[in-house]
């Protein structure tokens, strides 16, 4: 009985950090997007809003005729995607001969990965590099610095060694080569810890800060998570280049909640189709190496 109690005591507890957890999650969010939605005159009525009062699109339609934040969503989108599908490409291929048993050299690999993922080269010479090889100033300074985690490739490699070897074997008798053998058969029997590293790698590219605004110095440049740090945080409204005063249409405080909105929800949508593929993939590259 005693254990039994316990075990109740024990689960309302955890049920009790898990709802109040849930909370403090899901509040934010909701004052922000009930924010966005909320009339001016009303956005200051109560300290939080959980649902929209006197509702209203005026903020959105003002980002979506706004060409500065246009141009921002379409430049994260393009490092998002071009740099997820180079990350996936490098991790793929360095992973797949990483698995490799007979791969000469393969510790001192392991160990080099290993040192990469604990120490970095740090923010000067990252800086020096990029600017070495032309790269400021350009998308490409978002997108091939880190082209490869070296967490991710180990993650990934885990998950190859675990694949069956008489798959392979069976393969390269039938005379495929090792571009065909990767794409037609490693990458489709891979699809959970492939689908959970490129999320990991869009997820990181989506919300890119630190490299637009060490690298990028036009605003023409910038991706949207930079233009928000300057919309949010500075509450410079500049860069939108409006031709009439944000004040006499709108609450800046709408704007503000319709940005992180705008920012957020693209990438919110993708975890759904993905989620089945998340948990596998993750166990899978974990328990083996």
């Known amino acids: 009985m005693k254990i039994r109690e316990r075990s109740k005591l024990a689960d309302a507890l955890i049920y009790a950090v898990l709802a109040l957890s849930g909370i403090l999650t899901v509040v934010p969010m909701l004052h922000v997007f009930s924010v966005s939605l909320t009339a001016s005159a009303a956005v200051y009525d109560a300290p939080i809003l959980l649902y929209p009062r006197q509702l209203t699109l005026r903020a959105f ?7 500065s934040l246009i141009r921002a969503f379409g430049v994260t989108v393009q490092i998002t995607l071009l740099g997820t599908l180079l990350n996936l490409l490098f991790t793929i291929t360095a992973a797949y001969a990483l698995s490799k048993r ?3 050299g393969l510790r001192a690999f392991m160990l080099l990965i290993v040192v990469v993922m604990t120490f970095n080269a740090g923010i000067i010479p990252t800086y020096l590099n990029v600017k070495q090889f032309g790269l400021l100033d350009s998308i490409w300074a978002m997108i091939v610095p880190g082209t490869v985690n070296a967490f991710y490739l180990i993650l990934m490699r885990n998950f190859f060694m675990d694949l069956p070897a008489e798959i392979e074997e069976s393969a390269r ?23 959970t590293v490129g999320l990991f790698y869009g997820v990181a590219h989506w919300n890119e800060f630190f490299k637009g605004v060490f690298y990028i110095t036009d605003t023409r440049k910038w991706p949207l998570q930079v233009l928000l740090k300057t919309i949010l945080f500075d509450n410079n409204f500049n860069e939108l280049k409006s031709s009439d005063n944000i004040a006499m249409r709108i609450e800046p405080a709408n704007v503000q909640a319709a940005v992180i909105v705008f920012a957020t929800v693209p990438i919110m949508l993708v975890y759904p189709f993905l989620q089945k593929y998340f948990v596998k993939g993750i166990v899978m590259g974990a328990v083996k190496g």
């Open 102 to 104: 007979y791969l000469p």
């Open 173 to 195: 008798m039938d005379g495929c080569s090792e571009p065909v053998l990767i794409a037609r058969i490693v990458v489709p029997l891979s699809m959970p810890v492939i689908a």
């Open 61 to 67: 339609d003002y980002i979506f005729t706004t060409p």
